[in-house]
């Protein structure tokens, strides 16, 4: 027997891996020689000769070799159909002698492992004929009908009798050991009553009280063996939706319940949560009215939100979610408005997924690293076909959340209204995110957030008429007002470029941008000169061409004399293109009407290019037209997925998490060929360009963005740095109590905890710091401040530096002649064991979270971090901070006097 199930099995894998017919044919034709013998003894085995617990796993080996009789059978074809006409009539007659219901007093252990026995064969004969319609229809098959109809008839939840521990059977006494694994059996005898069910509900009226039956077995059934039960109500529900719906409405809690209960089972959750997201999120439940008026779409919006939630700790859980969801709403064959009309009703699920994705740990990332290399090799590694992932991906969600807008018409309704329902959600989002109390640095959440919004507004915005577009085009200009990180302002001005290149008629909206809050915009107007330096895309379409030529040129100009340095290099790029363009323009090749200004240009930009030296500004004239964006990158024919999802991130500094490879879109979803948007980018040259030197300024209210180039800067005076009496009034005092003071400057405006500020200033006036810098003066009055300052505020100068205005006070400290010291663990930082402070030391300290910024980081001269033997890789910033003025104090008053 065993040699038969060995057989097939490679059988099975022949016929899938091998090419060689005549091997196959030679296996095949010794599997079907013994093939009725096979099942004559299987039949026979399981119609009455099994009858202790240990023939139970028998019982399972014998239907999976039946089982793979019928695979091998429907593989090959010319056998299938005397394989089925042989076995199903004599196992069905064999189920229903043994179900029928005998009286014993009191029950034997053989009888109810016999029944047992039968309940898994006929459930086995209920799922065959589920996979198998066409052939064992039970009006084609009277064994099977009347197996159905006994089934039908059977109460729900049956169970069997436990027999006593000690009964005389076939001539032997049995001790409790013979009925170890009962418990097992008897859960598997309720199981395959609901397998059976299947077929019945799935072919005739559902029986009554057939909901209450599912929900007892949901509550007696292990959770690992609820998979029949769940995928029984997923037939009945649509069928009972009205009638029963606040039955519907437990039935589905309660099985969420169990779902839930499984989260620490990998083995037996994955399978149990493919079952339920199927029965709660099919058509039928996801066509049901808004939650306000339906109860049941109120419990299924709420386990939507609970799934969401899950899905941030437990890596898979949306993917099944968002699969499910767009296989309903349109599935790969041609799908019907109704069911894509339930997308406009659960929007919130599609976008969750646009946005999706966890921020990782080291370790979390090496491992998806290696997961996405091996499943990269696709047949090549054995494990990939051993293994499977199981669509886990992190990238799964936006993957096929990115198909599914791809697949979408604009010129059917429902389609154009779901993606302009989406539009403003994904800008919701931005803004959302723009708003959050968090700090917005690199690669943190909210800039992962923002970056996904846009990617996804990229797919959609460009598929929108010139009417919607117009109603969401100020809200693109009020974005790039934002201060953004690179990556996003990179896609900001991409989609600017886009839709004004689409809907030409739109481009006179894009002037105003260049006049509004010219105080407040500071280097945010950078966004909207970028625009202007790819201005040949955007005029393609243009019938006015020069009119809109000699505006973008007054507008440039007007920037090209800003007191900010970097929107004067902005505004000297776009000068130099636009100007480039003056012919394409329609502008005459005398330049008329522009008088002795076309000199004047062409004059300044030969000076431009004729810069010499190694200064900042030739410097950064050179980096700036180097930069990808504006040297490589073309808006239209660089447009596809790879550049959005792929090319840009990496060229970004985003991180390499972020980065999702052209592969995973043809591996994890059906992509589409759609030849306006292409999966693969045509031209090589973005890909193989590199990130450069120059990276964008953008500053939002306040905000002073990251600068990685040295660049002049033109600024006002800072307005500390007039004498300030209440400091010269602090430093009096001290004075007269005989206090000496050093010229060490302690800046803590990033530290934001009142208890680390008050130690703080009580160490800085102990050891004589000549000021303490916060970012508030507010501070002194906090009770928590002033517990750990014991009064030291009375004799310390305190002065008050914003966080923006940090990088401005520190330029300054500089120009006075001050060390600018960091404390902070970098890849170049200095131990303080080996550090020897200058007098004139401004120590600049981190926030307690995130430490110093990266724009700050710039602006050091030097990074001090302290030597460590422990585990823990970071100390208490105010403990940090002694540390660091004990020791600049200890080399001042060691140091040999000045001659």
């Known amino acids: 027997m065993l040699s038969v199930c060995v057989c097939v099995s490679l059988s099975l894998r022949v016929s899938v891996c091998l090419c060689a017919d005549a091997v196959r044919g030679a296996l095949e034709q010794c599997v079907f020689s013994v093939a009725e013998p096979v099942q004559e003894y299987v039949v026979r085995r399981l119609g009455g000769e099994l009858c202790t617990l240990q023939d139970v796993e028998r019982c399972r080996l014998y239907l999976s070799v039946l089982r793979a009789l019928v695979q091998l059978g429907d593989a090959v074809g010319r056998h299938r159909v005397s394989l089925l006409q042989r076995l199903v009539p004599a196992l069905s007659r064999s189920c229903l002698r043994t179900l029928e219901p005998h009286e014993e007093q009191p029950p034997q252990l053989a009888a109810q492992v016999q029944r047992a026995v039968g309940q898994s064969a006929a459930a086995w004969l209920c799922e065959v004929a589920l996979e198998q319609p066409g052939q064992l229809h039970p009006d084609s098959c009277p064994a099977l009908a009347a197996l159905t109809a006994h089934l039908s008839r059977a109460p729900m939840n049956q169970m069997l009798a436990k027999p006593l ?257 989406l539009v403003l959600r994904l800008l919701n989002k931005d803004e959302e995110a723009a708003r959050a109390r968090v700090r917005y640095y690199g690669n943190s959440l909210q800039h992962r957030v923002k970056n996904r919004a846009w990617q996804s507004l990229l797919l959609l915005l460009p598929r929108l008429e010139e009417a919607s577009a117009a109603r969401v085009l100020g809200r693109l200009y009020e974005a790039g007002f934002c201060g953004n990180q690179a990556s996003v302002k990179y896609l900001i001005e991409w989609q600017i470029i886009l839709t004004l290149e689409r809907h030409p008629a739109l481009l006179p909206t894009l002037w105003p941008c260049f006049l509004l809050g010219q105080e407040n915009n500071k280097t945010s107007i950078c966004t909207f000169l970028s625009v202007l330096v790819h201005l040949g895309t955007v005029l393609q379409r243009v019938d006015d061409k020069a009119a809109q030529w000699r505006r973008a040129l007054d507008v440039i100009l007007q920037w090209c004399f800003s007191h900010n340095f970097s929107v004067r290099l902005y505004a000297l790029l776009a000068l130099k293109r636009v100007w480039a363009l003056r012919g394409d323009a329609g502008v005459g090749p005398g330049l008329d009407g522009l008088g002795g200004l076309a000199a004047l240009v062409e004059s300044s930009l030969e000076q431009a290019e004729a810069m010499q030296g190694s200064g900042n500004a030739m410097k950064n004239w050179q980096r700036i037209q180097e930069h990808f964006f504006f040297g490589t990158f073309h808006p239209l024919q660089d447009y596809s997925v790879e550049t959005i999802f792929h090319t840009l991130p990496s060229l970004s500094d985003l991180a390499d998490d972020e980065w999702i490879p052209v592969w995973k879109f043809q591996r994890l979803a059906a992509f589409p060929s759609n030849p306006s948007l292409p999966l693969h980018n045509p031209r090589r040259e973005l890909r193989e360009a590199g990130a450069g030197d120059w990276v964008q300024q953008d500053k939002g209210d306040g905000e002073r963005a990251a600068e990685w180039a040295e660049v002049q800067k033109k600024m006002t005076a800072w307005w500390l740095s007039e004498p300030d009496p209440d400091l010269e009034l602090q430093q009096h005092r001290a004075a007269r109590l005989g206090k000496s003071s050093s010229a060490l400057v302690v800046v803590a405006s990033l530290i934001d905890k009142p208890t680390n500020l008050g130690g703080l200033c009580r160490t800085c006036e102990i050891f004589g710091a000549s000021a303490l810098v916060l970012d508030s003066l507010h501070h002194l009055s906090d009770k928590h401040f002033q517990a750990l300052s014991v009064s030291a505020e009375l004799w310390l100068p305190l002065l008050e530096v914003k966080p923006p205005q940090l990088a401005v006070y520190l330029e300054e400290k500089r120009s006075e002649g001050y060390c600018i010291v960091g404390v902070e663990q970098t890849a170049n930082s200095c131990s303080l064991a080996d550090y020897r402070f200058p007098e004139k030391t401004l120590l600049l300290l981190g926030n307690e979270r995130e430490g110093i910024p990266a724009d700050l980081l710039q602006q050091l001269e030097v990074c001090v971090e302290i030597p460590q033997r422990g585990v823990t890789r970071s100390l208490n910033v105010h403990v940090s901070a002694a540390l660091l003025v004990w020791e600049y104090t200890r080399q001042q008053l060691t140091a040999p006097p000045q001659p």
Not at 237 to 254: F, G, H, I, K, R
Not at 264 to 276: A, M, Y
């Open 165 to 421: 521990a000690n009964t005389e059977q076939q001539g032997c006494v049995e001790e409790g050991p013979c009925l170890q694994g009962w418990g097992r059996l008897a859960a598997q005898f309720v199981q395959d009553q609901w397998s059976c069910l299947r077929l019945v509900v799935s072919r005739s009226a559902p029986p009554p009280g057939v909901l209450q039956g599912a929900m007892e077995a949901l509550s007696i059934l292990p959770s690992d063996q609820v998979l029949p039960v769940l995928s029984c109500l997923r037939t009945l529900l649509p069928q009972l939706l009205v009638s029963e719906a606040s039955l519907c409405v437990e039935a589905v809690t309660l099985a969420w319940t169990v779902v839930r209960g499984l989260s620490s089972s990998p083995h037996d959750f994955w399978p149990v949560l493919r079952g339920f997201i199927q029965l709660v999120f099919q058509q039928a439940v996801l066509e049901l009215p808004p939650p306000e008026h339906c109860q049941l779409s109120a419990a299924v919006a709420r386990i939507a939100v609970e799934l969401i939630e899950m899905s941030q700790t437990k890596a898979g859980v949306f993917n099944q979610l968002i699969q499910q969801c767009c296989d309903t709403w349109m599935p790969l064959d041609a799908g019907s408005d109704s069911a894509f009309a339930s997308a406009l009703t659960h929007l919130d699920i599609f976008t969750e997924a646009c946005l999706h994705g966890p921020v990782l740990r080291r370790d979390q990332r090496l491992l998806q690293d290696v997961q996405a290399y091996i499943e990269q090799l696709g047949e090549e590694c054995a494990a990939n076909s051993a293994v499977s992932s199981d669509c886990r991906d992190d990238h799964f969600p936006r993957v096929h959340a990115m198909a599914f807008l791809s697949r979408l018409d604009a010129s059917n309704e429902l389609h154009k209204t779901f993606m302009e329902q």
